[in-house]
Every structure is written in structure tokens, then in C-alpha cells.
């Protein structure tokens, strides 16, 4: 499952991009990011276990992250995270 963010119009480009990915047989997830700019991985990905995963990124607002798994542990779909 791959969930998008709220686009931020910049004159900026942030050239950074990230992946989220489950195996099917086990379960796990993970996320993966990469980015011209320095330490993003510790403001882009956010886990919880047994709940999920999520990536923001971009002109990054920490507090995506952190709704996002509220929301999951709600037991809530990523689509409804997305809303």
C-alpha cells in the first residue's frame, strides 16, 4: 500500500522520494526514503507495531506521521488516513 500526501505547491524542489512496502507472507512493513537533503529519514517514515506504517515527505509537517498512526490505530483503512 502506497498512501500520497497533500501536494505543497514550492518554487523549491524537493527531490526527495520514499516507499512504503508489506510482505505478504509475514506481515512486516517498512518504509524507505531517500533525499538530496540530510536526515530526513527521522521526519519522513513513522511506525508502530502491529499498527502500520507511514512516509511524509516534501515540506515535511511532522504531525502527519503522528495522525496518520493515530488514525491506523483507530483501525481505520489508510484511504480513510489519506482523508
Same mark, same amino acid.
Given at each position: 500500500? !502506497?498512501?500520497?500526501?497533500?501536494? @505543497?505547491? =514550492? ?5 526527495t522520494?520514499?516507499? !512504503? %512496502?508489506?510482505?505478504p507472507?509475514?506481515?512486516k ?8 537533503w540530510?536526515?530526513?529519514g527521522?521526519?519522513? =517514515?513513522?511506525?508502530? %507495531?502491529? !499498527? ?5 515527505? =516534501? $515540506? @515535511? ?7 496518520? $498512526? ?6 481505520? =483503512? ?6
Amino acid at each position: 500500500m !502506497i498512501l500520497k500526501t497533500n501536494q @505543497v505547491k =514550492s518554487k523549491f524542489f524537493a527531490h526527495t522520494y520514499s516507499i !512504503i %512496502a508489506r510482505d505478504p507472507k509475514t506481515g512486516k512493513m517498512g518504509v524507505g526514503v531517500q533525499s538530496h537533503w540530510f536526515s530526513v529519514g527521522s521526519v519522513v =517514515s513513522w511506525g508502530e %507495531a502491529g !499498527i502500520g506504517v507511514v512516509a511524509t515527505q =516534501s $515540506l @515535511v509537517n511532522k504531525s502527519f506521521g503522528l495522525r496518520g $498512526l493515530k488514525i491506523l490505530k483507530q483501525g481505520k =483503512s489508510p484511504q480513510e488516513a489519506i482523508e
